[in-house]
């Protein structure tokens, strides 16, 4: 079965830091990845995604991800954190058509000022 | 930019009562999915709805939920004598058929459900 592990729970930043949250998947193939970002009391937003080809990919609001096939890994990254960044960041796998999409736990960031 | 829209925001219900949870997905989309998310704890896949039928559902999505497309822009979730550990945020997301966006979930806002 598919299974999605973030194994930060909660993450604390310095304003300017950079950071790296860590997503490590299950899965018999190279599955679509996705980061989403929930920020307090509202809903998900796509961060960004990967289906195949250029393993660092571009998101929004700065964010970039890597996935490494031989670490079952899709990291996220940015080079300079923005205290609106503070929010909780999950990864999720999405098989295709039809089936659903598997979220892990989530990590919590916080930015320090 | 479309968008997915969920009504109500905030829902306060008793237990053992009915609720409706109304999602608008976007409009060219085919797949509809429910999600949960108990406070605290992560994403839980629902059930998702494809060609006015149940494609998949979770284990979760027991007999007191149920599904509907009631008018080709709406889709529902019901549940139908709530408990108190269905007290939750649920999303709803929508996902194209084809195109740039195919494999891509779009969701709404949430409903924050509360049962009492």
């Known amino acids: 079965a598919q299974s999605v592990t973030q194994p930060d729970i909660h993450i604390t930043v310095s304003e300017g830091a950079s950071l790296e949250l860590r997503c490590n998947y299950s899965?018999?193939?190279?599955?679509?990845l996705f980061w989403y970002v929930q920020s307090p009391g509202q809903g998900l937003q796509l961060l960004l995604k990967?289906?195949?080809?250029?393993?660092l990919v571009q998101g929004i609001k700065g964010f970039e991800a890597e996935f490494k096939r031989s670490q079952s890994s899709f990291n996220l990254r940015k080079p300079s954190v923005h205290w609106s960044d503070a929010a909780e960041y999950f990864c999720?796998?999405?098989?295709?058509?039809?089936?659903?999409?598997?979220f892990g736990p989530g990590t919590r960031l916080s930015v320090l000022p | 930019e479309p968008e997915v829209t969920q009504t109500p925001s905030h829902q306060v219900t008793q237990m053992g009562q009915e609720v409706i949870l109304r999602c608008v997905p976007i409009?060219?989309?085919?797949?509809f999915y429910w999600y949960r998310q108990i406070l605290g704890q992560k994403v839980e896949f629902l059930v998702s709805f494809y060609n006015n039928e149940i494609s998949e559902k979770s284990e979760i999505f027991d007999d007191q939920f149920s599904v509907e497309r009631p008018d080709g822009s709406n889709f529902t979730l019901k549940i139908r004598s709530t408990k108190l550990e269905d007290s939750a945020m649920y999303f709803c997301?929508?996902?194209?058929?084809?195109?740039?966006?195919?494999?891509?979930?779009?969701f709404g806002p949430g409903t924050r459900l509360t049962v009492l």
């Open positions: 990967y289906f195949s080809g250029d393993t």
């Open positions: 997301a929508s996902r194209d058929f084809s195109g740039a966006g195919a494999d891509t979930q779009y």
């Open positions: 899965y018999g193939a190279t599955p679509y």
């Open positions: 999720a796998v999405g098989p295709f058509y039809g089936q659903n999409f598997v």
């Open positions: 409009s060219n989309h085919l797949y």
